[in-house]
């Protein structure tokens, strides 16, 4: 990058390329500490993958799919008698991209209040610092050079690809396309049985779509609970979504208006048809061109993340990476808070992520949520632990709901009852999940959550059932 090319503009304190969940969080909290921010976005809404072609719209749909598929088979039950029910994607669409924005567009007011500079196009670090001071280009509908002694990468990830079935953007999609196709699939092929399969999935098998599901691995979710993920398989083949496990896709070919899509399973080949693919096998950092090379910064080869300290400094002085750029869950609640702790630690404040109690969620219905490690993962470290479940069909307000699927599972060490892990496969239970979070974060029982008082009725008291279940004392089952 020659930088004469590029008009010169005022100095920061602090430049960050990637205007996502982690990018602008971190532009706010250091701004609140008083730094002088530029924030670098390649699109043209701030928000990042996240806002713009991830969590809120998929769960925007999510939402509006749940509701359809109430209103067609579950409102009579609770004496609620509404008719024929239609189906109007194009309004269900427009809602979702009416939720996007507004949320994008109160990022941007965000921005504004915080007096946090914002340049829209791509930013590059053009080599080398010079005198301890870096120069990022920013491309875009003008060229403009922005200096500042530190740099945060903050550019986030990108869905991943596979050899035998290269996106094409219009039968063979990514979940970016997944969340806008103009008529419901008659059959939707799912390559890779992760939630984000999963999510999109449901939302598509909800509205009418015949779902498909082909996963190389033996199982779906492989990094969750083994337990949960066996009752959420049960519960999405119930839904009549139909899953082929052991299953690697060789390759697709076009068929007239059909995609044939060839895999193996077991030795045996086997065929699926259908009108789209929706590969969703994982995502993968995206560092490309943004001059890394040119500035020295380390890359690994294999996972493709940038290695960082604890201060989530780079190999190179005054460059900084966080989110889905460096070790750790890909995940947008992960990266806001990887965000404000760089921040506050350049500040000078002691802050850290506690990368053990981040929980995560699969917002299929009913949801997962989870925090702390599996039960196989605990049992293969060799601690001795004690168990704790209670269903959801033993909780009244599951009940009044007629939500009554899923259950809770709390483990806590056997000798000094720590919690040391919540799964929950239910009703909100993205919801419930805060506060086990919360209690892992302050070091707390089993004994605590039990000791708690819940209101009642409410799903929360599946929680605290299962933590008195630990040792054997529930009141309700």
Same mark, same amino acid.
């Given at each position: 990058?020659?930088?004469?090319?590029?008009?010169?503009?005022?100095?920061?304190?602090?430049?960050?390329?990637? *205007?996502?969940?982690? #990018?602008? =969080?971190?532009?706010?909290?250091? $701004?609140? %500490?008083?730094? !002088?921010?530029?924030? /670098?976005?390649?699109?043209?809404?701030?928000?990042?993958?996240?806002?713009?072609?991830?969590?809120?719209?998929?769960?925007?749909?999510?939402?509006?799919?749940?509701?359809?598929?109430?209103?067609?088979?579950?409102?009579?039950?609770? *004496?609620?008698?509404? #008719?024929? =029910?239609?189906?109007?994607?194009? $309004?269900? %669409?427009?809602? !979702?991209?009416?939720? /996007?924005?507004?949320?994008?567009?109160?990022?941007?007011?965000?921005?504004?209040?915080?007096?946090?500079?914002?340049?829209?196009?791509?930013?590059?670090?053009?080599?080398?610092?010079?005198?301890?001071?870096?120069?990022?280009?920013?491309?875009?509908?003008?060229?403009?050079?922005?200096?500042?002694?530190?740099?945060? %990468?903050?550019?986030?990830?990108?869905?991943?690809?596979?050899?035998?079935?290269?996106?094409?953007?219009?039968?063979?999609?990514?979940?970016?396309?997944?969340?806008?196709?103009?008529?419901?699939?008659?059959?939707?092929?799912?390559?890779?049985?992760?939630?984000?399969?999963?999510?999109?999935?449901?939302?598509?098998?909800?509205?009418?779509?015949?779902?498909?599901?082909?996963?190389?691995?033996?199982?779906?979710?492989?990094?969750?609970?083994?337990?949960?993920?066996?009752?959420?398989?049960?519960?999405?083949?119930?839904?009549?979504?139909?899953?082929?496990?052991?299953?690697?896709?060789?390759?697709?070919?076009?068929?007239?208006?059909?995609?044939?899509?060839?895999?193996?399973?077991?030795?045996?080949?086997?065929?699926?048809?259908?009108?789209?693919?929706?590969?969703?096998?994982?995502?993968?950092?995206?560092?490309?061109?943004?001059?890394?090379?040119?500035?020295?910064?380390?890359?690994?080869?294999?996972?493709?993340?940038?290695?960082?300290?604890?201060?989530?400094?780079?190999?190179?002085?005054?460059?900084?990476?966080?989110?889905?750029?460096?070790?750790?869950?890909?995940?947008?609640?992960?990266?806001?808070?990887?965000?404000?702790?760089?921040?506050?630690?350049?500040?000078?404040?002691?802050?850290?992520?506690?990368?053990?109690?981040?929980?995560?969620?699969?917002?299929?219905?009913?949801?997962?949520?989870?925090?702390?490690?599996?039960?196989?993962?605990?049992?293969?470290?060799?601690?001795?632990?004690?168990?704790?479940?209670?269903?959801?069909?033993?909780?009244?307000?599951?009940?009044?709901?007629?939500?009554?699927?899923?259950?809770?599972?709390?483990?806590?060490?056997?000798?000094?009852?720590?919690?040391?892990?919540?799964?929950?496969?239910?009703?909100?239970?993205?919801?419930?999940?805060?506060?086990?979070?919360?209690?892992?974060?302050?070091?707390?029982?089993?004994?605590?959550?039990?000791?708690?008082?819940?209101?009642?009725?409410?799903?929360?008291?599946?929680?605290?059932?299962?933590?008195?279940?630990?040792?054997?004392?529930?009141?309700?089952?």
């Amino acid at each position: 990058m020659k930088t004469e090319e590029y008009a010169v503009a005022e100095r920061f304190d602090l430049i960050i390329i990637g *205007g996502g969940p982690g #990018g602008y =969080v971190a532009a706010i909290r250091a $701004a609140q %500490l008083g730094q !002088k921010i530029a924030l /670098v976005e390649k699109r043209a809404t701030l928000g990042g993958t996240c806002l713009n072609v991830g969590c809120i719209p998929s769960k925007a749909l999510l939402d509006s799919s749940e509701v359809f598929a109430q209103a067609k088979s579950h409102l009579s039950r609770h *004496g609620v008698q509404v #008719g024929e =029910v239609k189906l109007d994607l194009g $309004a269900m %669409l427009v809602r !979702k991209d009416k939720v /996007v924005k507004g949320l994008t567009d109160g990022v941007t007011y965000l921005m504004k209040k915080n007096k946090i500079a914002v340049y829209a196009g791509t930013g590059k670090l053009a080599g080398a610092a010079k005198e301890g001071v870096f120069t990022v280009g920013v491309t875009g509908a003008k060229n403009e050079t922005l200096e500042a002694a530190v740099v945060l %990468l903050a550019t986030g990830s990108e869905a991943t690809q596979i050899p035998s079935l290269p996106f094409d953007g219009k039968n063979v999609v990514s979940s970016t396309e997944a969340l806008c196709f103009d008529r419901v699939p008659n059959h939707l092929i799912v390559v890779g049985g992760g939630y984000i399969g999963l999510e999109l999935g449901s939302v598509w098998a909800r509205l009418g779509a015949k779902v498909s599901v082909v996963e190389f691995l033996p199982r779906i979710l492989p990094l969750s609970d083994g337990e949960i993920a066996e009752a959420l398989h049960k519960s999405l083949v119930k839904q009549g979504i139909t899953f082929h496990l052991d299953t690697g896709v060789t390759g697709a070919t076009v068929k007239g208006s059909q995609l044939v899509v060839t895999a193996k399973s077991k030795d045996k080949e086997v065929v699926f048809e259908g009108d789209k693919v929706l590969v969703a096998v994982g995502r993968r950092p995206f560092t490309a061109g943004l001059g890394l090379s040119e500035a020295g910064v380390t890359v690994d080869g294999k996972t493709g993340r940038v290695p960082v300290n604890v201060d989530f400094m780079t190999n190179v002085p005054g460059v900084y990476a966080i989110g889905d750029l460096i070790e750790g869950p890909m995940l947008a609640h992960k990266a806001e808070e990887d965000g404000v702790v760089f921040a506050e630690r350049r500040a000078g404040i002691e802050s850290h992520v506690h990368y053990d109690t981040v929980p995560s969620v699969i917002y299929t219905w009913p949801e997962v949520a989870s925090v702390g490690p599996t039960e196989e993962q605990i049992k293969s470290s060799g601690r001795e632990y004690k168990k704790g479940v209670f269903p959801f069909n033993a909780s009244p307000r599951a009940r009044c709901m007629d939500e009554s699927e899923g259950f809770v599972k709390v483990l806590a060490d056997a000798k000094t009852d720590r919690l040391l892990a919540v799964h929950i496969f239910g009703p909100r239970a993205s919801d419930m999940i805060a506060e086990a979070v919360s209690v892992m974060e302050f070091g707390g029982s089993a004994e605590d959550i039990g000791r708690t008082c819940h209101a009642h009725p409410t799903l929360s008291e599946a929680l605290k059932e299962a933590a008195l279940a630990v040792d054997k004392r529930a009141l309700h089952l």
